[in-house]
Nanobody, 124 residues
Framework: QVQLVESGGGLVQAGGSLRLSCAASGRTFNTYAMGWFRQAPGKERRFVGAIRWNDGMIDSADSVKGRFTISRDNAKKTVYLQMNSLKPEDTAVYYC?????????????????WGQGTQVTVSS
């Protein structure tokens, strides 16, 4: 099992930036990719983006392309989500997740481990 701890959420004005971090520990040796999902009140948890651990290949949702950037630090076993030009509709709880299966990066059901989530609130 992989343990994931997110940090970096908070309150920001529209147009501002935040960087989320997710530190992995435990049985990380077979992690294939790590991803970010978000869940707004009353809505389902949705894919934001993910990064493949070995080669850094990235997939991201159309709604965040050009604004959000995913990166990783292999030595620190940490993945980052840099969020720029934030909009009120980005307000949600952001979850980090890890997967071992070598399939698509965007499918929520394929992720094995989840963090506790961190709140991001963007005011207008």
């Amino acid at each position: 099992q992989v343990q994931l701890v997110e940090s970096g959420g908070g309150l920001v004005q529209a147009g501002g930036s935040l960087r989320l971090s997710c530190a992995a520990s435990g049985r990380t040796f077979n992690t294939y990719a790590m991803g970010w999902f978000r869940q707004a009140p009353g809505k389902e948890r949705r894919f934001v983006g993910a990064i493949r651990w070995n080669d850094g290949m990235i997939d991201s949702a159309d709604s965040v392309k050009g604004r959000f950037t995913i990166s990783r630090d292999n030595a620190k076993k940490t993945v980052y989500l840099q969020m720029n030009s934030l909009k009120p509709e980005d307000t949600a709880v952001y979850y980090c997740a890890a997967k071992t299966t070598r399939l698509t990066l965007s499918m929520r059901g394929e992720y094995d481990s989840w963090g506790q989530g961190t709140q991001v609130t963007v005011s207008s």
